[in-house]
């Protein structure tokens, strides 16, 4: 699989394609600021001809209208495999006639929304290169958040000096390893009332944090994960990160996920890690006073992955709401090569695994165990049998490394003393138990 060159078309500007058409390319579409989609394309699809971009303007203003206006249906909820309930078809779209890109650029619209109660927490282990690229784009955000912080989470604390090139950055050093640790660290030093999660190896988009404070502007919302695109498709392992493994999802319409996706999921274990990715996401503070911090068995570091997942899974249990927002934009710098990547994938799975392990323990679900011994087995001999019929390709790549992560995975389920911990606790006066 070759590189995709990344390209941003805004549609409610462009009218022709200026694609040569001798090289493939990933497109990424917007309204504005408003993200619609993406697609991959070989160079004999391109360029796209006129007709095509005005059928994508109707296909992907359905797509945002029934999401995000009432007269249409909105708000959508999340089905089993957190995508939307279609509510809108193309011929009530295109009877909306001259009042569709009235309609589209209101919802494009940027927000006013102040976010000087956002404490924006960046987690950074011995990548200073990423994360002074990070720290540029989180200083020319529209809208100022109220605090930065960056938890330096490396041995030496090599992460300082690239902090002191920006005066609005705090920085914090938690010499003790682990993603959930250092997130934790960072939580109990916020001061915010919304606590927003990105990682070093992130860009956002200058509007990532007006639109963090707009989502929180409801307030039967405790948590939001937002859209998460890729920043570069140069390489092989890239690309098959993105397109053939599916990157960090491929929604572009808000969705709010509670009781009911948790219900309707629980009996086969719930499909948590559809809400978003951990590279884009907030809290209102107060949360983890009443469900708990990060679980810092899990995450890098530790048993792995799945911090993120294992807390949603802890929100919507006990009653609790988040909104995944696509206008939330952040742009992932994915790993370059093979070998990164089947580690990443083996780490993934790994704490895939040991995520379910500690939502059994804590809750009973027995969704969780079937996952683990039905689910994810059978996913592996279907992508096996895809492989073996039609050449290793895509996902097939990392195969082995994803089996590899569930085989260590197993070890948690009998590992006693691990299994009693529980996630740490933040108190009222902002410590933690």
Known sequence: MTGFPVRHIDLSAVRTDKHPGNAPAFSIFWWKDLPLGMRASLPDELPFGEAQLRQFVAEYAALQLAARSPAFGAPLRATFEGNPKPALTMAQVLEAGDHLIEE??????????????????ICTRDRGEALAECLKSVTAQRSAPGEIIVVDNSESGNAEPICRRFPEVRHLREP????????????????????????????????????????????SIDAMTGLVLPARLDTPAQCIFQLGIGGFGSTFVPLRFDHRFFDETRPNGAHVWKIGAGANMAFRRRLFERIGLFDERLGAGAAGCSEDSELWYRLLAKGGACLYEPRAVVFHHHRKDLHQLRRQMRSYMKGHVAALVAQYDEFGD????????????VHFLKRFLKGFLEGPRGRQETLAAEFAGWAAGLQFLVRSGWRRQRAPRLISDGGMQ
């Open 104 to 121: 589209m650029d209101l919802l494009a619209s940027a927000t006013a929304v102040a976010a000087e109660r956002v404490s924006i927490v």
């Open 176 to 219: 003790r390893p682990g993603l959930s640790v250092a997130r934790n660290a960072g939580i109990h030093a916020s001061r915010g009332e919304i606590v927003a999660f990105t990682d070093d190896d992130v860009e956002l988009h200058p509007g990532w944090t007006g639109e963090i404070a707009r989502a929180f502007a409801d307030e």
């Open 366 to 377: 027995r969704g969780n165990v079937a996952r683990i011994f039905g689910q994810l087995p």
